[in-house]
Structures are given as C-alpha cells and as structure tokens.
C-alpha cells in the first residue's frame, strides 16, 4: 500500500511534562481512524495455503479505543501510575492493546527476552521487582512455579481466557489471576453506571521527558542481563529517527518480526503486520507464511534480524520468490554477512536497500548503512578492515576511545582516538540511555558524563574505529579481543571481526570465533572453526595448514597457528548470530588440557 496522500498534521511541540509515547496514536486515532493499524496472521492447520492463514486485524481508531478501555481496566484492578508491570504476551490484538494501555496509564512495562533462559529470567525478576505481571497461561505457570517476581507482585492478569479441559489444573498455578476478559467486563460495568464516564476517553498520563517509561531487558548474550531504563524521551527521539533517517512515512504497511519494533508502527503511522512465527527463534520461522503476509499487505517495510534475513534471502532464491511491494528491509541486532544480504537483495527491487542499523538496547539506532555502500566494503572487510556499519544518524555523535576496563566519571575531549585508530566505541545522542535499573556499578562502567552538553555518553562495549569520511567499522566485542603475552609480557592484541572475517573467506569455514586460551608459556589466540561439510582426517590437517598460511598473509592474523573444529558453534536464540565465546573458549581450554 503507497502511503496515504493527505499529509500528516504536526504533533504540539513536546513539552517536559507533556511525553507520553501514546500521543502519536492518539493523533493517527483522530486523523486516520479507520487506516490499518496492526493485523496478526493465525494458521488453522499445519499444512500452509493461503487459504488456511487468517488474520487479525485493528484500524487506528479502535486500538486507541481498546487501549483506553484496558488502561480503565487495569486501573479499575488495582494497576495505577508509577507501577511496574511485566508483559508476558505473545505478539498478538491484546500484546498492543496492553502495552499502549500501560503508556497511557502511566504503568512501567517490564519487557524480557523469553529466549535469555529461565536463570536470567529470574534473575531480571528480583532486580525489577515488579508490582503486577500480565502474562498468557505459560507465562503465569512458569511464574508460579520457578517463583519469579514472589515478594513483590501483588496484581496478576491471564491474557487468554481458560476454556480448555485442563483449565481447572492450569488455575491451580495461576492463584489469584483473574483473566484480561474479566477485569475489562467489570470495568465496563463501572463506566456504564456513569453514562459520561463510558464516553470519555483515558485521561492519557503526562510525564517529564526523562521519567522512567519502561524496563528493558538486555539479551544476556554477553553478559549478565540488564535492564535498560526507558523515557519516553527516548522513545521519541527513536520515533524521529525513523522518520527523519529511515524515512518511514504514515501510511506504510511494517511485516513486523520483532515485537518491540512492530510497538514504533502505530506511532509512526505505520500499520504492523505480524506473522505466525516465535519471535524469540525467528530462525524457525516458515518463509512461506511470512512472504504470504508480505503478499496480502503489500508491505512496503520489513524489520528483520540478520539470522531471519539470511532465511528468508535462501528460501526467496529456492522459490525464485520476489517482494516487489517492499521499499526498505532494517536488519539490526547482531552484523549480518554481506553474502545474505546480498541473497535477501536478489528478491528486491533494484532501488529498493537493506539498510543494515548499529545500535543497542541501551542506544537504538547509532548509525547506518544502506546496501550498495555495504557491498563496495566487501573485499577490505574480507582483508581484516571490520565491519563498517555507516555513519551516525542525525543527533548522534559518535568518539572512540582508549580500550580499558576502569570506569570514566567525566568526558574530555582527550579521550577521543584520531581515525583509523581502534577503540572503545561511545555514543551520544537523545536515545541514549541513563542508567541500569538497580544496577549503579553498570551504570557507573557504561556511562559518562559530559559537563559541556549535560548529556551522558554511553560504552557501547564494541571496539571499533572511524575512518577519514566518518564511517564508523566494528571489530567485535571489548570482551572479545585477545591480548597476546609471552612469559608475562604483552605480546599483540587481536580483534575478533577482523580475524573471523579473514578466515571465514576459506570455503570449507562455515564461521569461526576467535578465543583466548593459556598456555604454560602464556596466554594465545585460537580460533574455532565449524566447517561447511564434514572432513576426514587428513583433510582437517590441511585445513589447518591452510588457515595457518592464510593467517601470515595479514597483519591482524599473524601469529594464530592453533585451530580447534566444533561441531555446532552455541548461539544466541534470537539472532542465531551472536558466538557465545565464552563457552567456546571453556571447551577450547578444556580439550588443551586434555
């Protein structure tokens, strides 16, 4: 669908105690009631035709209805401003609804990444100390049974109605969860007796620029999770981005695969469209389902993880698929390989990019990179230059720093490295966070404070370095380099993305992943290598031989002579993408001293 032809009106000039995310669907509600807003793709049965998906579906006008008469429920239950408040639903009508209900009201969502583990997710839990949890049946019998958030939860809500055999049982778990259907059914009894009352919309809370506006989880897919504090000021500076930068336009039609993005949709005046799939493991998606909601929509944006990229460019290239609709594909959320977007782009039209975004939880986006520019950067990045990942997006300023594990109470422009330089990678800018929840020792590492601006600037635990033109290129985690030593002295420093991508370029290497491993003499690099196919014996010797001369031809490989095949590297759930190094450099230690 072309973006509608009326031009949307401005919004009032945000003030400091006028934020509230809600806002723009409150215009979009008034000015667009009747425009698609969001649809949700169901399948009845396994076998897939378009016959068998069904969809969903909400205009903008009803979305903001509906979210006023869940915020006036939750309300009603005993859910009121200033709480926190995990979300526990499934990308569906109810998952937006209810979030939008808990902006509106003033309520903190608490958003977690089921694909973190059940330790972490305790974990976040205790650290969030939520005061309601609004969840699908799964969600509360977890809840009930591994004791998240006990202590501190005191309102609890079940999305989905129990009318299955089992409903009696399942209740049993969820003591004192009373279903989403019923909290609205007596709340609408309420406005009913006030006839003014049951017209009136919510009264939409207003807050400061900078007041919490939400909790959001990190994956934990290098670390301990943290919960990254959201304003609604953040939001905002997201949403101006998006239009300014990505050049989303109202009307727009969003194939939404992440469930926090597809939420930016109805803000921008853009309606979302979810399909079947588990957010949490796009990588098992089923293409098919996802280029049938493409079809329907005529979606004009896709916001895809480079894992899902990847799957969706292979199965496009098997079914000779195309997506004539679509103007832009995002892909954020781990570096994705230039051969799948270079796959994923055969499906597009030739003006249509991938634009690839750099930025995380804690600062969202940082910068970008549209395709053709990605792909000139092929054979240096190929040759151990990084990644580059573009420039800053407007309103971010962008320094890399010296590498060191101490924390920096205050900026000075002395920091800052010449370009060509690699180091820690700080941002700047209105998206970028303030602080940890409950977590003032991660927030003092991350963050800096900056006397000329008053704004903080956020490590972004990257390494990295600018070029002359102002590029910014990745060399992987902080965490991730590999400091060389030789009887106690300090011998070379090795990056991860120059190194891999170096080796990766071999055609029996699948990926690799750079780890440090000791040795009585000191500590060296190894790289683990999972191959494309199997190899005998003799074949993995001339393997590492291979990758050995390889590794003398660069500067940034010199000096890597151990090479270690794992079967099935471990990996992040989500983006199928993320190394989970640290295991990797366990089992390489472990096999070396053995």
């Not at 981005?241 to 727009?252: F, M």
């Not at 930025?359 to 092929?378: I, K, N, Q, R, Y």
Request: proline letters at 6%.
């Amino acid at each position: 669908m072309s973006p509608s032809s009326a031009t949307p009106k401005p919004l009032t000039p945000l003030r400091e105690g006028d934020a509230n995310i809600c806002r723009h669907l409150k215009q979009a509600a008034a000015q667009y009631p009747h425009q698609l807003a969001v649809a949700v793709q169901r399948s009845h049965r396994r076998a897939l035709s378009q016959r068998e998906l069904r969809y969903s579906e909400l205009d903008f006008v009803s979305l903001d209805r509906r979210s006023d008469a869940l915020a006036f429920a939750l309300n009603a239950h005993g859910i009121t401003r200033g709480m926190k408040a995990v979300l526990m639903v499934t990308p569906s009508l109810e998952f937006f609804a209810l979030t939008f209900a808990l902006f509106k009201a003033g309520v903190i969502p608490i958003l977690v990444d089921p694909g973190m583990g059940m330790n972490n997710l305790k974990q976040c839990f205790i650290e969030a100390a939520p005061d309601a949890f609004i969840g699908i049946p799964k969600a509360h019998i977890a809840r009930r049974l591994l004791g998240w958030g006990k202590g501190t939860i005191q309102h609890v809500v079940n999305v989905t109605e129990l009318t299955s055999p089992l409903a009696a049982a399942l209740q049993t778990f969820m003591t004192g969860a009373r279903s989403l259907a019923k909290v609205q059914r007596q709340a609408e009894a309420r406005l009913k007796s006030d006839p003014s009352a049951a017209l009136t919309p919510y009264p939409m809370v207003k807050l400061h620029i900078d007041e919490m506006a939400a909790i959001l989880f990190t994956s934990g897919s290098t670390g301990t999770p943290k919960g990254v504090v959201y304003s609604h000021g953040m939001f905002e500076a997201q949403i101006q981005a998006l239009k300014q930068d990505y050049g989303i336009r109202h009307g727009e039609r969003d194939l939404a695969t992440f469930p926090l993005f597809s939420l930016f949709g109805p803000a921008l005046g853009m309606a979302s469209i979810v399909p079947e799939m588990d957010a949490s493991k796009p990588i098992t998606a089923n293409p098919q389902r996802l280029f049938a909601a493409i079809e329907r929509y005529q979606c004009s944006n896709m916001f895809v993880n480079p894992a899902l990229l990847d799957r969706l460019g292979r199965a496009g290239a098997a079914l000779n698929h195309k997506l004539p609709s679509v103007e832009r594909v995002i892909s954020a959320g781990a570096p994705a390989t230039i051969a799948s977007i270079a796959c994923f782009s055969k499906m597009l039209n030739p003006t249509a990019p991938v634009l690839t975004s750099y930025g995380a939880t804690e600062s969202l986006p940082v910068s970008m990179l549209g395709s053709t520019e990605l792909f000139s950067t092929t054979t240096i990045t190929d040759t151990g230059a990084g990644i580059c990942v573009g420039r800053a997006i407007g309103g971010v300023k962008l320094a890399i720093i010296g590498i060191t594990e101490q924390p920096i109470a205050d900026w000075d422009c002395a920091l800052a490295l010449e370009p060509g330089e690699i180091g820690e990678i700080v941002v700047q800018g209105p998206m970028v966070s303030r602080a940890y929840y409950q977590r003032p020792s991660a927030t003092l590492a991350a963050k800096i404070w900056d006397e000329t601006t008053q704004c903080y600037w956020h490590r972004m635990g990257d390494v990295g370095y600018l070029d002359p033109q102002g590029r910014l290129w990745m060399c992987g985690r902080k965490a991730h380099r590999v400091d060389a030593t030789l009887n106690g002295q300090w011998v070379k420093r090795y990056f991860s993305i120059p190194c891999e991508r170096i080796f990766n370029t071999h055609p029996q290497v699948k990926r690799s992943a750079l780890v440090g491993v000791n040795l009585a003499s000191g500590r060296v690099p190894l790289l683990c290598i999972e191959l494309e196919g199997a190899l005998t014996g003799d074949d993995q010797q001339q393997l590492f031989l291979d990758l050995g001369e390889l590794a003398q031809q660069f500067e940034q490989t010199q000096g890597i002579n151990r090479f270690l095949i794992h079967p099935h590297f471990p990996v992040d759930v989500r983006h199928n993408a993320k190394i989970f190094r640290e295991k990797l450099a366990s089992w390489a230690q472990s096999r070396l001293d053995h």
